[in-house]
């Protein structure tokens, strides 16, 4: 599911035309500068806007799943990318043209207003990412990172990397290596063969920064919802 997309009348559905599409891991949906031509609409796939620098190093500004869209600000001539988008866990994705989404947009109040308000929630992730940099450790923003991406994937097993982890957080490998395996030794996470299974969701929510909570709740004023199934993942892990 797609959070946008089940709050839609049928009638800006099928204005959309939307097609259904599987993002690999690592793929790149837009560089920066490119001209955006469709929009997407994750499913199960994750995609990270990620600002590069010159000397290579890549920092996470915001993480899109179910709760968004992708290249939402067509709609209102944002026309160029201004970030790098790339899909951080592969999945299902719907997608469309971006002259459809526009042209919906325009006939569409509750479309619009989506966007609108969508966008808001971005520039508030990215904002919470700048402040959570310069003012938590990486043990903090790597349990907020974790917790962020379960609840949009909706599963304790996340496909990670510690050099993708890295990448995303701005750290050095070595330093993830470490809080990985401090977190591993808690008993809050299990790590191997490029996958991190959370084990004990409550120690997470201990160790993650007070950012995790101020980006739910961002969204949730902003577009009027939250995660529907984030408790009851939780209250199975308690039970494991």
């Known amino acids: 599911m797609n959070v946008i997309i089940d709050s839609l009348p049928q009638d800006a559905l099928r204005q959309l035309g939307l097609k259904d ?10 560089q920066p500068g490119d001209l955006v031509e469709a929009i997407y609409f994750p499913r199960t796939a994750i995609i990270s806007l990620v600002v590069t620098l010159s000397t290579g190093e890549t920092i996470e500004a915001a993480m899109v799943g179910r709760d968004g869209i992708i290249g939402a600000a067509s709609a209102l001539d944002g026309k160029i990318s201004l970030s ?56 903090s923003r790597l349990a907020r990172w974790m917790l962020r991406a379960r609840d949009l994937v909706q599963t304790d097993t996340l496909p990670f990397t510690q050099e993708f982890l890295s990448e995303m957080l701005g750290v050095r490998r070595t330093s993830v ?27 997470l929510h201990e160790v993650a920064c007070e950012c995790y909570g101020r980006v739910k709740e961002q969204y949730q004023n902003l577009l009027g919802t939250e995660y529907p199934a984030s408790r009851g993942l939780k209250l199975i892990s308690q039970r494991a």
């Not at 599409?21 to 837009?30: F, H, K, N, P, R």
């Not at 569409?108 to 310069?134: D, F, N």
């Open 84 to 139: 790098r988008a790339i899909t951080q866990i592969p999945g299902q994705c719907s997608v469309c043209d971006s002259a459809a989404f526009k042209a919906t947009a325009l006939k569409s109040e509750k479309l619009l207003s989506l966007i609108m308000r969508h966008e808001q929630t971005v520039y508030a992730q990215a904002q919470q990412s700048v402040a959570c940099m310069a003012a938590h450790n990486v043990e």
């Open 177 to 203: 290596t470490l809080v990985a395996h401090g977190l591993q030794q808690a008993g809050l996470i299990k790590y191997r063969r490029g996958k991190i299974q959370i084990t004990n969701v409550d120690g």
């Open 21 to 30: 599409i599987e993002l690999s891991s690592g793929q790149v949906l837009y």
